[in-house]
């Protein structure tokens, strides 16, 4: 069983920055894919960030194209997520996944973090 999780939430205003790091447990961690998605309210869990397990390939949504960047250290099993330039639309829980398929949605992903929360004040 894989656990995952998420720290590094807070409230922020329009323009700062964050990090997010999610932390997993098991030995399988650099063998897998890890993801980044968020939930506002009142909306559906949507794709924020994807890494494959050697950091080879990276997925982005549109909407935060240029201003998230996701990396991961496997010695360390972490992924983070460092949020630039944040906007009041970026505020959501933030949930880290595990396992799963590079740019898929959240069906396609095994694990999941308990979310940490984004707040953006504008």
């Known amino acids: 069983q894989v656990r995952l999780v998420e720290s590094g939430g807070g409230l922020v205003q329009a323009g700062d920055s964050l990090r997010l790091s999610c932390a997993a447990s098991?030995?399988?961690?650099?063998?897998?894919?890890m993801g980044w998605f968020r939930q506002a309210p009142g909306k559906e869990r949507e794709r924020v960030a994807a890494?494959?397990?050697?950091?080879?390939?990276?997925y982005y949504a549109d909407s935060v194209k240029g201003r998230f960047t996701i990396s991961r250290d496997n010695a360390k099993n972490t992924v983070y997520l460092q949020m630039n330039t944040l906007k009041s639309e970026d505020t959501a829980v933030y949930y880290c996944a595990g396992k799963g398929l590079v740019g898929g949605s959240p069906n396609d992903w095994d694990y999941w973090g308990q979310g940490t929360q984004v707040t953006v004040s504008s």
């Open positions: 098991g030995r399988t961690f650099s063998s897998y894919a």
């Open positions: 890494i494959s397990w050697n950091g080879g390939n990276t």
